[in-house]
């Protein structure tokens, strides 16, 4: 198991951007395919991004390719995800997700969650 913490979340303008970051504490950081997951208003917990052990292979969710970028610093611990072009839509309670398995991760299946952060985007 591994502790994360999410910070960035906000109040942001439709068209801005926002940088979410997700500090990792606890066993071997390399070890674990990383995501992000959002819940927005009255909606089920949704699939975002995620990305492999060494950042080179990255996963997203049709609604938000071109616009999110995921990627982690291994020497810092920490996984990023860099959120352009926000739109009201993107209104979500946004949590951080570990697994050491890629498919489990992708499909909600997460072994490590964090407590989530408030992004709130007005039109």
């Known amino acids: 198991q591994v502790q994360l913490v999410e910070s960035g979340g906000g109040l942001a303008q439709a068209g801005g951007s926002l940088r979410l970051s997700c500090a990792v504490s606890g066993r071997a950081f390399r070890d674990y395919v990383m995501g992000w997951f959002r819940r927005p208003p009255g909606k089920e917990r949704e699939f975002v991004a995620a990305?492999?052990?060494?950042?080179?292979?990255?996963y997203y969710a049709d609604s938000v390719k071109g616009r999110f970028t995921i990627s982690r610093g291994n020497a810092k611990n920490t996984v990023y995800l860099q959120m352009n072009s926000l739109s009201v839509e993107d209104t979500a309670v946004y949590y951080c997700?570990?697994?050491?398995?890629?498919?489990?991760?992708?499909?909600?299946?997460?072994?490590?969650w964090g407590q989530g952060t408030q992004v709130t985007v007005s039109s």
């Open positions: 997700a570990a697994d050491t398995i890629a498919y489990n991760l992708r499909n909600g299946k997460v072994g490590s």
């Open positions: 990305v492999n052990w060494n950042g080179d292979t990255t």
